[in-house]
């Protein structure tokens, strides 16, 4: 464990030391930002809108109206950044021929990957938390429930840790960072999107797919409820993808 | 403390070393000589557990490199052919992970840390980018990585690439000194890097060993005759024939009309002979010295001579 945590801190030192991180961060803050405003604006135009035609606002309420979609759309801009952090994990360390280093010393493989995958998930609960600024925003503004707030974030946390899992997997398959990225990416959107197949799949399997899909499990978390199973769903995605990429990187050993 | 079986190699369908078998002794400094190619950065990966080996086994410490490899990892120190630099670290930082992934106590990590620093004089550049290093800087940062867990068993693959002749003699120096408490494997293709260091040389040719031999007799097997490289002012006919007549001269190969390479037996001192008729047929000597054999030379009379007595 003490060496996870020592390469987990070597390559968040990396991060911080390369501008990668600081453009990644600064994007998805401006595009976060955007759309944020956007969407409040719009909300803030149609409470006006009520508030003239029934000179009351009851039906609106900010956690549905404003939070969900904003972390909704947090989800998408992070699938889209976090391969670009991700890519370089495994990929960068071949290529600058350092991985010798960690082969060559006493560590485990799993202490390597689990290592880099806190690095990474380190970083981008950063990114989040530097995000939350908007949600203050509203506390100040308004009175949204704090319960669906803490469990989204919980859920966005979470779904991260898959992005990162499939990122780490992908940058350990090639060592060439671009690769990486594309495939991590890939990876993302199609599990987003797996569902998708459930309609044409048929019943048993349709359901299994369903299932599969990230963004099934999100659902519950930004309402406010935290259901056991989507938990274990979470985290035996990112479980199994962490189990994928030792597989891959023993077998690379060994070959 | 390093016994090597019969160790194979392939990539894909091609061998990179063939059926090594060698012992190294504890206390040991044993150098890998070979060209290009031959096999030597590959063994090396092997002996250090990063790369599987496809037949034969390795023992170093009596385990296993391949069931047991987590225990010879705590046990060596390894400097890859190109040096495991992350480039945007600083040294210093660099070398404290060194440490600790390499299993070193963290109340160790500064004392060996700043041990490292001195003997391979990082000091001064200590706090600098080892990205931003020149290479030789960035061999001595290899360096120094590989030793900071004080292994019983160092691996240096061609540890004195890229550095000046000063710190050649420096880490020559070192390693001698490391000599007395380590056991140490080195690889290199200059012959005389090789015979600085090690007591016992073993050369690799096409994935093959050579010869095993101690210096001593590898020095003397090799230097059965000697060369002579004469360059003349006046090219005139007849100069090779010349040479050819005198006692204790074996050969004499023209290298155009002004230079010839003699070949003679040792210490047979021809240059005196080859002077006086120089002088005599008014040749004007240009240049005439003794010519250390390549390593080209070197694989070329061993694979040879092998192949003579097998034959
Ligand atoms: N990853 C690899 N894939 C395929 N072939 C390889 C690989 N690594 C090395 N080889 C081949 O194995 C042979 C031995 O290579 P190796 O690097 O061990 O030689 P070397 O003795 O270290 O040479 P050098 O003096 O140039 O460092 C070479 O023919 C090389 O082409
Ligand atoms: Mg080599």
Redesign the interface.
């Known amino acids: 464990m003490?060496?996870a945590w020592?390469?987990a801190k070597?390559d968040m030192?990396?991060y911080f030391?390369?501008p990668v991180f600081y453009v990644v961060t600064t994007v998805f803050l401006i595009i976060y930002s955007f759309i944020f405003f956007n969407i409040l604006n719009f909300f803030s135009f149609q409470s006006v809108q009520a508030g003239q035609f029934q000179g009351m606002n009851v039906g609106l309420n900010l956690n549905e109206m404003v939070i969900e979609p904003s972390f909704h759309n947090m989800l998408v801009i992070l699938l889209l950044m976090i391969p670009v952090l991700t890519m370089r994990s495994f990929a960068d360390e071949k290529k600058?021929?350092?991985?010798?280093?960690?082969?060559?010393?006493?560590?485990?493989l799993k202490e390597i990957i689990f290592g880099k995958f806190l690095a990474c998930i380190t970083v981008v609960f950063l990114m989040i938390l530097l995000s939350s600024y908007s949600v203050g925003f509203l506390l100040i503004l308004g009175q949204p429930e704090i319960g669906p707030i803490v469990t989204g974030y919980l859920g966005i946390l979470l779904m991260a840790g898959c992005y990162v899992g499939m990122g780490v997997f992908a940058s350990s398959l090639t060592d060439n960072q671009i690769i990486a990225a594309v495939i991590a990416f890939g990876f993302s959107l199609f599990m987003w999107i797996i569902g998708w197949a459930s309609q044409a799949a048929g019943a048993g399997l349709g359901e299994v797919l369903q299932y599969l899909s990230l963004i099934d499990h999100i659902e519950r978390f930004l309402k406010g409820i935290i259901d056991t199973s989507d938990v274990v769903y979470y985290l035996s995605f990112i479980f199994f993808f962490l189990f994928l990429t030792h597989r891959v990187l023993d077998s690379q050993?060994?070959? | 403390m390093i016994e090597v079986e019969n160790l194979t190699k392939f990539y894909g369908p091609h061998p990179a070393i063939k059926g090594l078998t060698f012992n190294v002794n504890q206390g040991e400094v044993v150098g890998f000589l070979g060209p290009n190619g031959a096999g030597k950065s590959t063994t090396m990966n092997i002996l250090c557990c990063i790369l599987p080996a496809t037949a034969g086994t390795v023992k170093i410490c009596g385990f296993d490199v391949f069931e047991q490899s987590l225990e010879i990892r705590k046990k060596i120190g390894y400097l890859p052919e190109n040096p495991p630099l992350y480039p945007d670290m600083t040294v210093t930082s660099y070398l404290e992970f060194a440490a600790k992934i390499r299993g070193v106590p963290n109340n160790k990590v500064a004392a060996s840390r700043d041990r490292v620093l001195d003997k391979c004089v990082l000091k001064d550049v200590r706090h600098r980018i080892i990205g931003r290093l020149s290479k030789g800087f960035q061999q001595r940062v290899g360096l120094a990585q590989s030793m900071i867990h004080d292994p019983e068993i160092l691996i240096l693959d061609e540890p004195t690439i890229g550095l000046d002749p000063i710190q050649i003699i420096e880490i020559r120096k070192l390693i001698h000194e490391l000599a007395s408490s380590h056991t140490i494997i080195l690889s290199s293709h200059i012959l005389p890097e090789i015979t600085h260091i090690c007591k016992r040389v073993i050369i690799l040719n096409d994935g093959e060993i050579a010869a095993v031999d101690s210096l001593e007799g590898l020095t003397a097997s090799l230097n059965k005759s000697e060369r002579l490289l004469l360059r003349v002012r006046n090219s005139s006919n007849g100069i090779a024939d010349k040479l050819q007549t005198l006692d204790n001269v074996l050969s004499v190969n023209a290298e155009g009309d002004k230079e010839f390479m003699i070949e003679c037996a040792m210490n047979s001192h021809v240059q005196d002979q080859v002077a006086q008729m120089a002088l005599e047929h008014s040749w004007g000597i240009e240049e005439l010295k003794t010519v250390s054999m390549t390593l080209e030379d070197i694989f070329l009379k061993l694979t040879l001579e092998e192949k003579g007595v097998d034959a």
């Open positions: 003490r060496n020592v390469i070597r030192g990396s030391n390369s600058g021929k350092t991985y010798t280093l960690l082969l060559s010393s006493p560590l485990h050993r060994w070959r």
